[in-house]
């Protein structure tokens, strides 16, 4: 089995360390991943401008390799090449701070399973209740957990799982629930400020905030402890509206007759 | 009534100026969109560097804001700092090249719209399937003509209108079909190349691949001179394979004793 781990945190991030290290005990890991944090990337990847592959090595020891780029970029990087072969599986993470409701759209976690999933690789993201780095363990048995169900089961064609862990001692989790995508909003706003030259510029702020009370879905769940795991998907069709939009006559309407 | 214009071409691209006179037709027009061309870029947005909004003007007429960083970064700076309200429809475009089937996960002009939805502004994205900047005339029609409709029927919460239009002369377009999202692959490689002093580093190459032949799918309507409508969502949960996972037993054999 060939593991390929990555991140939207950066190389160096001790949460990519802990991943990569739990998967080694599973078997042959890559880690491929961006050379420095690219968090809220979404799906961004890099054309117009060129990007680089770098070995990088901590205390004599070798990580993994660095890309320059976004997590996207990164696993395109790491399937063509730098494996020799495509992996058995995708794992990324595990990233600090949950990855819930509307954030999926923003988070380069995600984006990078996304990517291992176009690319025909079952793929999963986690991500940990927390803005801390301190334990990673309930994170790395459950990642071990869900990898071996994985590649046992392989995943649907263009799906990938979404996982979330709760900032929990081991005790203290509720269980693991498959849900759906919960919905959050953002009250961000922008601070001004002004630069030593006397120009304006801004800081996009604010925080997620929860728009869901359904214990079936990944905010809430998450919220009340338990382990969530989310099957997503990039067909974006909001099906339910195709029908209505159809009332609208846009089709007759707007004909070619009317252009 | 007041509208809201943006791309991801940035913000002296022509599809935009098109665009935007076709939108002053109708009402108040706002330009608001990146300072240089950010394809690609998904749903990003810039955490982490200041942001920056600029007036532009050509031959001394104003032609909107340019914002440093992403297309979703220029509709939160539009909608939060440069308008005084929120603007009654947002429309993202237009962009040079189809925004079908996979390649909405990676499009800053969709990622704009869902910018737009999220901030609870009904939203289109619209792209011109050409690589060529020379006839906007049948996507100006038909955009003011969508941009009338959404703002006569309004759209379901959470929902966006993500419109391509075929590169075709007005009478040989087929119709209009309102459509799912289609499949698309990508057959990317990359191209390596060594810099003056001795490095390597890769381009990112390849092109988009239709998977479908579905005609009521996005990628083959727009393949057979239709203007597509495909309403479209960020709820990106896999529901029929929900199901299917849970069969796994995720939750039973890996539950809290387990962990």
Redo the contacts between chains.
């Keep these: 089995m060939t593991i390929l781990v990555t991140n939207d945190d950066g190389i160096y991030a001790p949460g990519l360390d802990a991943l990569a290290k739990a998967m080694k005990t599973i078997d042959n890991t890559t880690v491929v991943a961006p050379d420095r ?1 690219q ?10 401008n ?4 770098t070995e990088v090595y901590r205390d004599r020891e070798f990580l993994g390799y660095a890309c320059s780029g976004t997590p ?2 990164a696993v ?2 790491g399937v ?2 730098i494996l020799d072969e495509k992996p058995d599986v995708l794992i990324s993470g595990i990233n600090v701070g949950a990855n819930v409701g ?1 954030s ?3 988070s380069g976690t995600v ?1 990078a399973a ?1 990517e291992g999933t ?1 690319l025909g690789i079952p793929s999963i993201a986690i991500s940990l209740d927390s803005r801390s780095n301190d334990d990673w363990s ?1 994170a790395t ?2 990642a071990i ?2 990898v071996n ?1 994985v590649l046992k ?1 392989g ?2 064609e ?2 990938l ?1 979404n996982v979330n862990i709760p900032k929990l001692p ?1 005790e203290n ?6 849900v ?2 919960g ?1 959050t ?2 009250n ?3 601070e ?2 002004e ?1 030593p030259r006397g ?6 702020c604010g925080t997620m905030v929860a728009e869901d009370d359904n214990p079936e879905h990944d905010v809430t769940a998450l919220a009340q402890g338990y382990i969530t ?14 029908k ?3 009332k ?1 006559g ?2 007759n309407e ?3 007759d ?2």
């Design positions: 944090e968090s809220a990337v979404g799906h961004a990847i890099t054309l117009s060129p990007l680089r592959i996207a970029d395109k990087l063509k090449e509307a999926l759209i923003y984006s996304t176009l309930v048995d459950f957990k869900i169900m089961n995943l649907p263009g799906v799982l081991p989790i509720q269980g693991i629930k498959i759906a995508q919905k909003n953002f961000d706003f922008f001004e400020r630069d120009h304006k510029y801004f800081w996009m795991v989310t099957p997503v998907h990039y067909n974006l069709t909001a099906y339910d509206t195709l209505e939009i159809r609208w846009i089709e707007l004909g070619v009317a252009i």
